[in-house]
T-cell receptor, first 110, second 113 residues
Framework: RKEVEQDPGPFNVPEGATVAFNCTYS??????FFWYRQDCRKEPKLLMS???SGNEDGRFTAQLNRASQYISLLIRDSKLSDSATYLC???????????FGTGTLLAVQP | NAGVTQTPKFQVLKTGQSMTLQCAQD?????MSWYRQDPGMGLRLIHY???????DQGEVPNGYNVSRSTTEDFPLRLLSAAPSQTSVYFC????????????FGQGTRLTVV
């Protein structure tokens, strides 16, 4: 079982739709949580950090549930430019090693 | 503002050849890492460094060596390339501390034939 699990998708949604991605992690010692975005054949880039209190950045909302070891990402009013792979990432240990999920592919259709 | 510079972008090797993937960052970040990305596997940590002169193994270190003689540079050496090392390699750097953002190089697409 992978330490960080994500549904690989693809999620095919129309423009304007709301879509939610979920992620679970198995190591309760995980300390920091992130969503990264990776466009096709490009490097990953930070989308947002995830906090227990929840956080929002425009159309994007991230939530962390430490008790259930569960992270979510909600995208409202999807745009064509949101099409990408979304990587769930946790950090743990003295050096905050990053552990990546395999990613969820989102395809927003016109 | 270069960030993380990774070279080469593409490389084809024959089985048994050796090569070095270069990675340099200009952000004075303490932490640097090498990952490989394979379909269905996500990014897996090969080696990492928390500062000049300090390196450690990640999840999949076999067949790879690293060194960190300066803060800026973190080269990855393939000792004797094997077809199983065909992958996309990413170098990343970030500041020391919890919750810091990782910045990635553009990746190296390596094919071993």
């Amino acid at each position: 079982r992978k330490e960080v699990e994500q549904d690989p998708g693809p999620f095919n949604v129309p423009e304007g739709a709301t879509v939610a991605f979920n992620c679970t992690y198995s190591n309760s010692a995980s300390q920091s949580f992130f969503w990264y975005r990776q466009d096709c054949r490009k490097e990953p880039k930070l989308l947002m950090s995830v906090y227990s209190s929840g956080n929002e950045d425009g159309r994007f909302t991230a939530q962390l549930n430490r008790a259930s070891q569960y992270i979510s990402l909600l995208i409202r009013d999807s745009k064509l430019s949101d099409s990408a792979t979304y990587l769930c990432v946790v950090a743990r240990g003295a050096t905050n090693k990053l552990i990546f999920g395999t990613g969820t592919l989102l395809a927003v259709q016109p | 503002n270069a960030g993380v510079t990774q070279t080469p972008k593409f490389q084809v090797l024959k089985t048994g050849q050796s090569m070095t993937l270069q990675c340099a960052q200009d952000m004075n970040h303490e932490y640097m890492s090498w990952y490989r990305q394979d379909p269905g596997m996500g990014l897996r940590l090969i080696h990492y460094s928390v500062g000049a002169g300090i390196t450690d193994q990640g999840e999949v270190p076999n067949g790879y060596n690293v060194s960190r003689s300066t803060t800026e540079d973190f080269p990855l050496r393939l000792l004797s390339a094997a077809p199983s090392q065909t992958s996309v390699y990413f170098c990343a750097s970030r500041k020391e501390g919890r919750g810091t953002e990782a910045f990635f190089g553009q990746g190296t697409r390596l094919t071993v034939v």
